[in-house]
């Protein structure tokens, strides 16, 4: 087992099998020691979150592999905060693709002059390249075809996995009474042919989840989702 | 004739038969003295800019209605600087829309990752919104369908309207061998039925001219489009 790469939330350790393992870490993104899940710096570390995220990523992934929606997982061992997944081929550099059931974030912050905070967004889904230092730009279909990073069948089949994948999750939110507001996925080719699969993690670090109106934190969300 | 909006590099005023009336200043936009059409603020000051980029557009716009394309022309006073154009309704409080042919500019602020200095594109169209204070963000089809600015078939005619006018523009620059690496339109609806038209202007101020690899300033630009 070899580490591979260190990322902000997780690290990846390649296995002899070809698959890789995901060791999910206590930092979360956000600024100045407040969670952000679209912030691009670790913003401060809670104890016990890698597992937490690692509960609720299986919880989600094991619904999805039921549903025959395709995804990287494999499977998770709690206790040491790790997920097998199968390797996955990233589109380009890695694009992030959000679901907004609701307007906040980023989406509040540019177009601000025509939504107003906590407005009703129907599954909307747009893509950003994965880009720090350009604070991931969002970018159009006809941009990433043109650039050879995902082709118009694919964007259209991304967009189909990413309202299926998000409706999902928005369910079983709802189960519990939370609202998601807004989600971001990553998307990988998995497999000889190279079929477009969920890969990353769903946890509370990468959605934003409301109560009677008030945010929910990360930890507290997966209390919530995964207590009987 | 009344004063009816003063622009960054027009003045706008309402005529009695329902008409308006555009005063061409000589501001262009930029920043610290140098000239960028995608700047949202007055940059400098060049005398009989103004009047160069209105010769301009006259040659443009009579080239587009007599082609049958749609715009708010109806005819210009070069001494005074002025055009008359019909009244036409914004996308929302106005839209840009950018036709590229060469990598330059915002998108490659944006794409860098994926995109070298000068490297062709397809006549790639991509939709920004005007708000200053936000930097103009892009926007894609579904979103500006969603929060009500331009349904989906304006899109697509906006599309189309702009990589044909786009084709134009490009067509005449290359009879003086000038290349167009990008270029910038407004549309508006017009009369009775609301169909889409270009509005605004076509001057050296809002496209990027280069020739034999150098950049070309709009004034010179003017010269060496309408020198005989």
Known sequence: ????YKGKTKDVYSLEDGNYLLRFKDDVTGENGVFDPGANTVGLTIEGVGRAGLSLTKFFFEKLNAEGIPTHYVDADIENATMTVKPAELFGNGLEVICRYRAVGSFLKRYGMYAKEGQALDAFVEVTLKDDAKGDPPINEDALDMLGVLTKEEYKELKELT???????????????????????????IGENKHIALIDEISGGNMR?????????????????LSK
Chains 1, 2 share one sequence.
């Open 1 to 4: 087992m070899q580490l591979t």
């Open 163 to 189: 309202q299926k994948i998000g409706g999902v999750v928005k369910e079983e939110l709802a189960k519990k009474d939370i609202d998601l507001y807004d989600i971001k996925f990553e998307f990988g080719r």
């Open 209 to 225: 989840a409301y109560k009677n109106g008030e945010y929910i934190e990360p930890l507290q969300l997966e209390k919530l989702m």
